[in-house]
């Protein structure tokens, strides 16, 4: 039986960034991983957008770790020459929503300023056009401080730091159950050598499997596990060159608009519940963002629009996604830790190193 101190389950961006935090703070850490390399799920399958953390409930671990985890990031890219870029994002209001389209964004504004967000500026339909000349809006919100990221270049940077800081990560090792016994967790992972290792910490940064991780560790005291909910989201890319340079997002309910750093546009996700993971594209989804993106850009034209990718959110329940917090549960067992991960989904990218500097104060 092999032992190490700590052990987290998943190598996404938020595994990644939590044990190369373990391993700077001096502790020794191994990472077991199910596929054969990492961020294959949520982490390179998302929007890539680092969020500024307008819309997060006051003192929720959404608001609080976004908004670390944003100057983190921001940081961590400029030092480590990650791709990333400040490129800022409008949050319109629909054109045909007069008054109450302007206050929403003037509620939206409030909000953000009690996040300590001072910075998001209320522009009018001119202003926002004369940004983006191709943009229809009733008048818009600007925050300069969203930004887009290479999420690839990332990871590679948090595997690197966590390298050289002497920790490790084991590919293609899932981590099937677990059991506590004489003062250790003891894992069984489904790899060829059907591998057995016990800790005294284990970090479930699982992502979509999270809940079933950490059900699969038996003799474990805990709350009540939140329940395995999956959302999927497709998008659709641009087929030409992109009209606009800053990230739309329309407000209340339109679709997003973002860029990746080479400039490609892309739309979306959308979101459908599903039971299982899947992560096939259904080309029927494409119809209905037409109308959607020509309530704001008139000038998409009839099949301008690709079947881009599909992403699948981790959630614990079908509220609204600003409102509904990651759960971080901390469970002490004698002389043992688990923590546990559920229902990171965004911001999870742009407070992944608020979540790894709070886990690994949390694991102290
Ligand atoms: C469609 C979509 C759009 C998003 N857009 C943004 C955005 O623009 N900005 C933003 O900040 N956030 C965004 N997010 C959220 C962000 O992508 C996630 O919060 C983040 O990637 C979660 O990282 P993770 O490491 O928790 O999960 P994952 O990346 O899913 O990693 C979990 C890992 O655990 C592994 N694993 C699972 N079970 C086991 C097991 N039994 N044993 C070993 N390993 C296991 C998996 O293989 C996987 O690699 C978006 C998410 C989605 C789905």
């Not at 590679?156 to 003062?183: M, Q, T, W």
Request: charged fraction near 25%.
């Amino acid at each position: 039986m092999y032992e190490v101190e700590s052990i987290v389950v998943g190598a996404g961006v938020v595994g990644l960034a939590i044990a190369r935090e373990l391993a700077l703070r001096g502790r020794e850490v191994i990472v077991f991983e199910a596929e054969a390399h990492k961020g294959v799920h949520a982490s390179s399958r998302n929007t890539s957008v680092i969020h500024a953390g307008i819309s997060y409930v006051p003192g929720s671990h959404k608001s609080r770790l976004c908004a670390d985890g944003k100057k983190r990031l921001y940081r961590y890219c400029a030092e480590r020459n990650i791709p990333h870029r400040m490129i800022g994002k409008l949050i319109t209001a629909d054109v045909n929503s007069g008054e109450e389209g302007v206050d929403g964004l003037k509620k939206i504004q409030q909000r953000a300023a009690q996040l300590g967000l001072d910075d998001l500026h209320l522009i009018s339909a001119h202003e926002a056009q004369r940004m983006e000349p191709e943009l229809m809006c009733g008048g818009a919100l600007w925050s300069p401080t969203s930004g887009i990221i290479d999420v690839h270049a990332y990871m590679d940077a948090l595997e690197g730091d966590l390298r050289d800081a002497r920790g490790a990560i084991a590919f293609a090792s899932p981590v099937r159950s677990g059991k506590i016994e004489a003062g250790r967790i003891h894992l069984s992972l489904a790899d060829k050598d059907e591998t057995q290792i016990a800790c005294r910490l284990l970090v479930n940064a699982a992502g979509l499997n999270a809940p079933h991780v950490a059900a699969s560790i038996a003799n474990r005291a805990h709350d009540a596990l939140p329940p395995r909910l999956l959302s999927k989201g497709a998008y659709c890319v641009l087929r030409r060159a992109s009209p606009f340079s800053h990230l739309i997002y329309p407000e209340p309910h339109g679709v997003h608009c973002s860029l990746d750093l080479g400039g490609q546009l892309r739309f979306g996700p959308d979101s459908q519940w599903i039971d299982e993971i899947d992560y096939t594209f259904d080309e029927a989804r494409i119809a209905p963002f037409y109308e959607k993106i020509r309530a704001f850009w008139p000038n998409l034209r009839d099949g301008d629009l690709a079947p881009g990718w599909v992403g699948i959110r981790a959630k614990i329940s079908t509220g609204k996604t600003n409102e509904i917090d990651f759960r971080i549960d901390v469970t002490n067992s004698g002389a043992c830790r688990l923590i546990d991960l559920f229902g990171i989904d965004s911001p999870g990218l742009t407070a992944s190193m608020g979540i790894g500097a709070e886990v690994a104060a949390l694991a102290a």
